[in-house]
């Protein structure tokens, strides 16, 4: 069964730091392009951080374009996102995704595609 699980989220104060973990089963993550969306309520997702298995790049959206960082543990088949500088503006639930169309202002699920995605975590960044 694909499975992505999702944790180290919480309330943080404006300027703080926060690392999400992703953890696959049922797959294997380097596989596949993967990364994260988040949604805030009443706005549309928007994809945060991917790597892409075409290239090998990581792409980061211009809002967290120097103070997020995506990175992976293959061994443990988990990804990270590293979230410092955090404003109240990151608000949002974060999820992970695999298969994914990853490239420089592009992210997406990809369309009848493997359809790996967790349930998220909750970030709260308080000003």
């Known amino acids: 069964e694909v499975q992505l699980v999702e944790s180290g989220g919480g309330l943080v104060q404006a300027g703080g730091s926060l690392r999400l973990s992703c953890a696959a089963s049922?797959?294997?993550?380097?596989?596949?392009?993967y990364g994260w969306f988040r949604q805030a309520p009443g706005k549309e997702r928007e994809g945060v951080s991917c790597i892409s298995s075409g290239d090998g790049n990581t792409y980061y959206s211009r809002s967290v374009k120097g103070r997020f960082t995506l990175s992976i543990d293959k061994a443990k088949n988990t990804v990270y996102l590293q979230m410092n500088s955090l404003e109240p503006e990151d608000t949002a639930l974060y999820y992970c995704?695999?298969?994914?169309?990853?490239?420089?202002?592009?992210?997406?699920?990809?369309?009848?595609?493997?359809?790996?995605r967790g349930k998220g975590t909750l970030v709260t960044v308080s000003s």
């Open positions: 995704a695999a298969d994914l169309l990853c490239a420089e202002d592009i992210m997406a699920p990809m369309v009848n595609g493997l359809g790996a």
């Open positions: 049922g797959f294997t993550l380097d596989d596949w392009s």
